[in-house]
């Protein structure tokens, strides 16, 4: 298959397969997503994805479907119908459906699953940016289909001809419209605490285990904006990014300073990757 829809245990193209207004995703956004690059049919590090989405369906009361294990293996069984050597998996649970009331509705969720295929980015090459306000709401940590703020800074992006928006609370940075940012200064590697703020990234976890492995001090802490602008270099990792630097924020040209060190973890955020899903 060109691609691949799933809702609720029916299978179809993406853009044949229905899916009923009553889904409390359509209304209220009221459900949690994750997603993954696949390669030779491996869906990369799904085992942390599919754990980051049940934790916040705990955190919101929303009962999913099916277990982890079998979920798991739905979504391993399915990228093999879908063409390509590298694809994306997005998958999320809604509360469920029902006529629309702000109340919750009882019994389990709604599992939507989309698959294509998907190139990852160029890790190789630094990415333009935009800055722009971080609007969205505080619950950052959980990744929620309430995305109309994320996806109103990563239109500006794209209207500026840039591949990110990283966002800022006044003077503090947290993160990008759909992925982390990091910074390296003085050698060392600074990232956002996992607050309220931020979302925990999968990414950005391995971002922090490959410093450590190779000897780079790791700093946990908010920094500013003026920070960012005096970087050495500054990460956008997420899973089609893996880690990839910055060459510009609206225009300006940042980094470039610790090319070394940034290469050190890309390259090994890269090799794991390949390492993985090369069988």
């Known amino acids: 298959m060109k691609n691949l829809g799933y809702y609720n245990g029916k299978t179809g193209l993406i853009n044949e397969l229905s899916v009923p207004l009553t889904d409390r995703a359509f209304y209220f956004g009221d459900g949690v997503y994750d997603a993954v690059m696949c390669r030779n049919n491996i869906p990369y590090l799904l085992w942390e994805h599919i754990d980051r989405l049940y934790k916040n369906c705990q955190i919101l009361g929303i009962v999913p479907p099916m277990c982890k294990n079998e979920l798991s293996l739905t979504i391993k069984e399915l990228v093999q119908k879908v063409e390509g050597e590298e694809k994306f998996v997005y ?117 922090i285990t490959a410093a450590y492995e190779n000897g780079i001090e790791v700093k946990e802490e908010k920094y500013t904006v003026k920070d960012l602008y005096e970087a050495d270099e500054i990460i956008v990792t997420s899973s089609s990014k893996m880690a990839r630097g910055v060459k510009t924020i609206d225009g300006k040209a940042v980094g470039g300073k610790d090319e070394n060190t940034l290469s050190v973890l890309r390259d090994t955020l890269y090799a794991n990757y390949l390492n993985a899903t090369n069988k």
């Open 91 to 207: 998958f999320q649970v809604s509360r469920g459906s029902g006529i629309r009331n702000h109340s919750f509705t009882e019994g389990e969720g709604n599992l939507c699953i989309m698959i294509k295929p998907q190139p990852l980015d160029n890790v190789y090459e630094k990415m333009d940016t935009v800055l722009k306000e971080d609007i969205r709401y505080e619950l950052c940590y959980i990744k929620t289909l309430n995305l109309l703020p994320s996806v109103l800074t990563a239109q500006a992006a794209t209207e500026k001809g840039c591949e990110e928006a990283i966002l800022h609370r006044g003077s503090i940075v947290t993160e990008c419209s759909h992925s982390n940012v990091s910074i390296l200064k003085n050698g060392t590697l600074i990232t956002a605490p996992c607050d309220k703020y931020i979302l925990p990234g999968v990414t950005r976890a391995h971002l």
